[in-house]
């Protein structure tokens, strides 16, 4: 589904990435951890082309990527896209933030989409919440609604960024729990997380990033059995005792 | 001096100074709409990725925002008919002329708009498969104008203020019908008086209404 092979980045003289190659097969749930500055972020927003990068090569489906010739609002519109900050659109209604894009890039009717969009809040629990704008949310809540938009679009496969870092402890389970189910509903998926839990419950591999490079990537049971880089040991060490 | 006032013939005048002020709330409308949709697309080009679009709403701008407002409303009624070959009037020549001056100061305010939305903002567009047209139109040109409005509209009544500049060619606007109500009654302190108070009384209101805007966007955001 997704293939990455000796992708490198750079801002001027700045490496972000270093050749980074890896491959997220169709149903696969790959969590991505690292500390901070690691490149994680840039990893995951190069694979639906929100970073360019100077070499190397992704496929999503078969698409390249950076090729001039692709398409990219095409590409994206199948690669759905959870951030840190949720980025809810302020100014509209949560039902309008989950049919803006089925209507203006999918052409969905709006009564199809609303319908869709609804179905979907339902099913992250916030049915209720249909008529109400993002900031009259809690973040726990907007989160999930910004997983249901990204739903509303069927993608192929879905990335993370962080989903729940900038959460108050007592509002991670309930996302977490949203992205679990998807797990288990075979949706592919990329997550950059730091929630060790998840990973043990759902995770095939686990990459770890240090400075730019992919580390590690091993399945679940290698990385928490015998991680094999003192990095990666070091970083769990740390993290575990949290 | 005030024994000498005679305010008694403001009454009379009042029919004729009130075509005088619908043109100029009309002017004020027509280049606060046009100079914020032409501003706007300025913002857009100075913040495009393209140099020479960048460059040339950037050369625009600063020129507009360096020369007096007095010279610009004279050149453009010496110059229109030139360049279209046939006389527009004083009122058309105006509302061009202003169309095209508050458009500079507005794309400033506009770009400050578009820029105090967030990249993440633009980020969560570009992933839902919005083209970058779609994007700015659905998602960050509103929010900039909203988080701009209190900022437009003061812009506005420094504009409404500066519409009474176009008396120097000879527009009907509320300075030129007090001057010609003046002169006609030969009470000209009176009629000067009276439309002071009238700028005095729209543009206080509407910074009134700009204050209570100000509150509300800051609970908004
Ligand atoms: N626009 C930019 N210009 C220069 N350097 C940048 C830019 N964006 C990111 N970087 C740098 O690239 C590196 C990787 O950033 P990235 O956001 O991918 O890290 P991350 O692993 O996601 O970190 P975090 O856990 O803090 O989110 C960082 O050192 C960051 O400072
Ligand atoms: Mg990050």
Same mark, same amino acid.
Request: proline share 4%; aromatic share 8%.
């Given at each position: 589904?997704?293939?990455?092979?000796?992708?490198?980045?750079?801002?001027?003289?700045?490496?972000?990435?270093?050749d980074?190659?890896?491959?997220?097969?169709?149903?696969?749930?790959?969590?991505?951890?690292?500390?901070?500055?690691?490149?994680?972020?840039?990893?995951?927003?190069?694979?639906?082309?929100?970073?360019?990068?100077?070499?190397?090569?992704?496929?999503?489906?078969?698409?390249?990527?950076?090729?001039?010739?692709?398409?990219?609002?095409?590409? @994206?519109? @199948?690669?759905?896209?959870?951030?840190?900050?949720?980025?809810?659109?302020?100014?509209?209604?949560?039902?309008?933030?989950?049919?803006?894009?089925?209507?203006?890039v999918?052409? @969905?009717?709006?009564?199809?989409?609303?319908?869709?969009?609804?179905?979907?809040?339902?099913?992250v629990?916030?049915?209720?919440?249909?008529?109400?704008? /993002?900031?009259?949310?809690?973040?726990?809540?907007?989160?999930?609604?910004?997983?249901?938009?990204?739903?509303?679009?069927? /993608?192929?496969?879905?990335?993370?960024?962080e989903?729940?870092?900038?959460?108050?402890?007592?509002?991670?389970?309930?996302?977490?729990?949203?992205?679990?189910?998807?797990?288990?509903?075979?949706?592919?998926?990329?997550?950059?997380?730091?929630?060790?839990?998840?990973?043990?419950?759902?995770?095939?591999?686990?990459?770890?990033?240090?400075?730019? @490079?992919?580390?590690?990537?091993?399945?679940?049971?290698?990385?928490?059995?015998?991680?094999?880089?003192?990095?990666?040991?070091?970083?769990?060490?740390?993290?575990?005792?949290? | 001096?005030?024994?000498?006032?005679?305010?008694?013939?403001?009454?009379?005048?009042?029919?004729?100074?009130?075509?005088?002020?619908?043109?100029?709330?009309?002017?004020?409308?027509?280049?606060?709409?046009?100079?914020?949709?032409?501003?706007?697309?300025?913002?857009?080009?100075?913040?495009?990725?393209?140099?020479?679009?960048?460059g040339?709403?950037?050369?625009?701008?600063?020129?507009?925002?360096?020369?007096?407002?007095v010279?610009?409303?004279?050149?453009?009624?010496?110059?229109?008919?030139?360049?279209?070959?046939n006389?527009?009037?004083?009122?058309?020549?105006?509302?061009l002329?202003?169309?095209?001056?508050?458009?500079?100061?507005?794309?400033?305010?506009?770009?400050?708009?578009?820029?105090?939305?967030?990249?993440?903002?633009?980020?969560?567009?570009?992933?839902?498969?919005?083209?970058?047209?779609?994007?700015?139109?659905?998602?960050?040109?509103?929010?900039?104008?909203?988080?701009?409005?209190?900022?437009?509209?003061?812009?506005?009544?420094?504009?409404?203020?500066?519409t009474?500049?176009?008396?120097? $060619?000879?527009?009907?606007?509320?300075?030129?019908a007090?001057? $010609?109500?003046?002169?006609?009654?030969?009470?000209?302190?009176?009629?000067?008086?009276?439309?002071?108070?009238?700028?005095?009384?729209?543009?206080?209101?509407?910074?009134?209404?700009?204050?209570?805007?100000?509150?509300?966007?800051?609970?908004?955001?």
């Amino acid at each position: 589904m997704i293939e990455m092979s000796n992708v490198s980045k750079h801002y001027g003289q700045f490496q972000v990435l270093t050749d980074c190659s890896t491959t997220v097969s169709k149903g696969e749930v790959i969590v991505v951890c690292g500390p901070s500055g690691s490149g994680k972020s840039t990893l995951i927003k190069c694979v639906n082309g929100l970073e360019p990068f100077q070499s190397g090569k992704i496929t999503v489906d078969g698409v390249s990527v950076g090729a001039p010739e692709t398409d990219l609002p095409k590409l @994206r519109a @199948r690669v759905g896209m959870v951030f840190q900050n949720f980025e809810l659109f302020p100014h509209m209604s949560i039902t309008e933030n989950l049919t803006i894009g089925q209507i203006k890039v999918l052409k @969905r009717s709006a009564e199809e989409a609303t319908e869709i969009g609804l179905k979907l809040l339902d099913r992250v629990g916030l049915k209720a919440q249909a008529g109400k704008f /993002p900031g009259q949310l809690s973040g726990g809540q907007q989160q999930r609604v910004a997983i249901a938009r990204a739903l509303s679009m069927n /993608p192929i496969c879905m990335l993370f960024d962080e989903p729940t870092s900038a959460l108050d402890p007592e509002m991670v389970n309930e996302v977490l729990d949203v992205m679990v189910e998807l797990a288990h509903e075979g949706m592919t998926m990329m997550c950059v997380t730091h929630e060790m839990g998840f990973a043990r419950k759902v995770a095939d591999r686990v990459i770890f990033m240090d400075q730019g @490079r992919i580390v590690e990537d091993a399945t679940k049971a290698d990385f928490f059995g015998t991680p094999r880089s003192e990095r990666a040991q070091q970083f769990l060490s740390k993290i575990l005792s949290h | 001096m005030f024994s000498t006032l005679d305010l008694s013939v403001i009454a009379p005048s009042l029919p004729f100074l009130w075509t005088g002020l619908q043109y100029s709330l009309k002017l004020t409308l027509v280049a606060m709409t046009g100079g914020i949709i032409l501003g706007t697309f300025l913002a857009l080009c100075r913040l495009s990725s393209s140099r020479v679009l960048a460059g040339a709403a950037t050369a625009y701008v600063d020129l507009m925002r360096s020369i007096p407002l007095v010279m610009v409303i004279l050149w453009f009624f010496l110059l229109i008919p030139l360049m279209t070959g046939n006389p527009v009037g004083a009122e058309t020549s105006a509302m061009l002329t202003f169309t095209a001056f508050e458009a500079a100061y507005y794309s400033e305010i506009m770009r400050a708009g578009i820029q105090s939305v967030s990249r993440g903002q633009v980020a969560a567009g570009d992933a839902l498969g919005l083209t970058y047209r779609q994007t700015m139109s659905y998602i960050v040109l509103p929010q900039a104008f909203r988080n701009m409005i209190p900022v437009l509209l003061t812009q506005t009544i420094i504009l409404f203020q500066d519409t009474s500049l176009v008396y120097i $060619i000879g527009a009907k606007d509320l300075l030129k019908a007090a001057e $010609i109500a003046g002169k006609n009654y030969n009470r000209p302190i009176e009629m000067y008086i009276f439309v002071a108070l009238c700028y005095f009384v729209l543009c206080i209101s509407l910074s009134l209404v700009v204050k209570q805007l100000q509150k509300r966007v800051a609970i908004v955001r």
